[in-house]
């Protein structure tokens, strides 16, 4: 299997399986669309189920680790955005702020400011379109963020130990 690199990361029995098979896809994607004849204005496309996975990733690490509850996890409402943000507005930071509770969580702000890094970059910035900002990507950059998605994940899973690993 071309994708066995993905299996040999140290979080991939612990995340969902749907969430395995949108990282496959980005994966398939990236390994593919790189060599095709046809070049895109946008390259988007290529790390938009690897966002969407790593938004499912975030969410089961920040519940298994108490920060977030099952009425979050399970419901329609919580935001990884908002609550990774570290210019929250303070009225929300002590009920939504799931960036402050990794800061003291990792002792640090290394991890929380890599996990918003990478959410901004990776996924809210590419997938919203603003008249005076285009954020289309190349091809070469969807590799990037790609790998983006992959580290932080690496990252979290190796400093925020839950119950379930």
């Given at each position: 299997m071309r994708d066995k690199f993905l299996e040999k990361r140290n979080w991939w029995n612990y995340i969902h399986h749907d969430l395995r098979e949108l990282l496959r896809e980005s994966y398939l994607l990236l390994t593919n669309v790189g060599g095709w004849d046809e070049k895109f204005h946008d390259y988007s496309f290529v790390v938009f189920p690897a966002a969407k996975a790593y938004e499912g990733f975030l969410k089961t690490l920040f519940h298994d680790l108490g920060f977030i509850t099952d009425k979050d996890f399970f419901?329609?409402?919580?935001r990884i955005g908002k609550a990774l943000n570290p210019a929250l507005e303070s009225h929300f930071r002590q009920e939504e702020s799931?960036?402050?509770k990794l800061v003291d969580f990792s002792k640090g702000q290394t991890l929380p400011d890599t996990l918003w890094d990478t959410w901004k970059i990776s996924r809210n910035l590419l997938f919203h379109w603003f008249p005076d900002e285009k954020n289309t990507i190349s091809f070469e950059e969807a590799?990037?963020?790609m790998g983006k998605i992959l580290d932080a994940m690496d990252l979290a899973y190796k400093e925020c130990k839950t119950p379930h690993q």
């Amino acid at each position: 299997m071309r994708d066995k690199f993905l299996e040999k990361r140290n979080w991939w029995n612990y995340i969902h399986h749907d969430l395995r098979e949108l990282l496959r896809e980005s994966y398939l994607l990236l390994t593919n669309v790189g060599g095709w004849d046809e070049k895109f204005h946008d390259y988007s496309f290529v790390v938009f189920p690897a966002a969407k996975a790593y938004e499912g990733f975030l969410k089961t690490l920040f519940h298994d680790l108490g920060f977030i509850t099952d009425k979050d996890f399970f419901g329609k409402r919580f935001r990884i955005g908002k609550a990774l943000n570290p210019a929250l507005e303070s009225h929300f930071r002590q009920e939504e702020s799931v960036y402050d509770k990794l800061v003291d969580f990792s002792k640090g702000q290394t991890l929380p400011d890599t996990l918003w890094d990478t959410w901004k970059i990776s996924r809210n910035l590419l997938f919203h379109w603003f008249p005076d900002e285009k954020n289309t990507i190349s091809f070469e950059e969807a590799e990037v963020r790609m790998g983006k998605i992959l580290d932080a994940m690496d990252l979290a899973y190796k400093e925020c130990k839950t119950p379930h690993q």
